[in-house]
Antibody, heavy 125, light 107 residues
Framework: QVELVESGGGVVQPGRSLRLSCAASGFSFDKFGMHWVRQAPGKGLEWVAVIRYDGTEKYYADSVKGRFAISRDNFKNTLFLEMDTLRGEDTAIYYC??????????????????WGQGTVVTVSS | DIQMTQSPSSLSASVGDRVTITCRAS??????LGWYQQKPGKAPKRLIY???NLEGGVPSRFSGSGSGTEFTLTINCLQSEDFATYYCLHHNSYPWSFGQGTKVEIK
């Protein structure tokens, strides 16, 4: 079965960097785009970034553009989020999620279908 | 960028009630929208895609409608397990964006 497991969260000072990972299993990782979504404490969901199945295209929310970088290693079935110049407002649970349709894999919708359980990032001095 | 405005932010309802949640897009997005349910401490769950298509295994009391800029999620005959927060998400173009969420609470 599809499983996504995030790691790498923790407490970090403002201005510092952190790298999140998302280990994928149970599906052909190299056929699916992957996303990061975050949720600040007590707040709603915020879409953060997406990377195409082959890593050739990436898109970001305006709030993180220029500071965050999404990447993937299809040999290791792992998704990454490199977060630089962190701010207090980046404090959140970070979820990785799978694009709903893969290359050559039928699906009902591109909408995110499988999600991890999240990793907590706290930006504080 | 396309912005999603969701309303209400919260509502109180009783078991058996009919509940309606609305999302409005800042520009036309065809039917490139879905709805998610999130319970405390859990990841979101996809309920509806393509504005009106029910995800497999989701009870038929959930329904979605709309196209262009106005979308609605309706829950008929609310059940105890439906008390949660609901979000719309558009996927018309990047960046995608969620609505602000609607918390459905027990009256």
């Amino acid at each position: 079965q599809v499983e996504l497991v995030e790691s790498g969260g923790g407490v970090v000072q403002p201005g510092r960097s952190l790298r999140l990972s998302c280990a994928a299993s149970g599906f052909s990782f190299d056929k699916f785009g992957m996303h990061w979504v975050r949720q600040a404490p007590g707040k709603g969901l915020e879409w953060v970034a997406v990377i195409r199945y082959d890593g050739t295209e990436k898109y970001y929310a305006d709030s993180v553009k220029g500071r965050f970088a999404i990447s993937r290693d299809n040999f290791k079935n792992t998704l990454f989020l490199e977060m630089d110049t962190l701010r207090g407002e980046d404090t959140a649970i970070y979820y990785c999620a799978r694009h709903g349709i893969g290359i050559g894999v039928p699906g009902a919708s591109v909408l995110l279908d499988f999600w991890g359980q999240g990793t907590v990032v706290t930006v504080s001095s | 960028d396309i912005q999603m405005t969701q309303s209400p932010s919260s509502l109180s309802a009783s078991v058996g009630d009919r509940v309606t949640i609305t999302c409005r897009a800042s520009q036309g997005i065809r039917n490139d929208l879905g709805w998610y349910q999130q319970k405390p401490g859990k990841a979101p769950k996809r309920l509806i895609y393509g504005a009106s298509n029910l995800e497999g295994g989701v009870p038929s009391r959930f329904s979605g409608s709309g196209s262009g800029t106005e979308f609605t999620l309706t829950i008929n005959c609310l059940q105890s397990e439906d008390f949660a927060t609901y979000y719309c998400l558009h996927h018309n173009s990047y960046p995608w964006s969620f609505g602000q969420g609607t918390k459905v609470e027990i009256k």
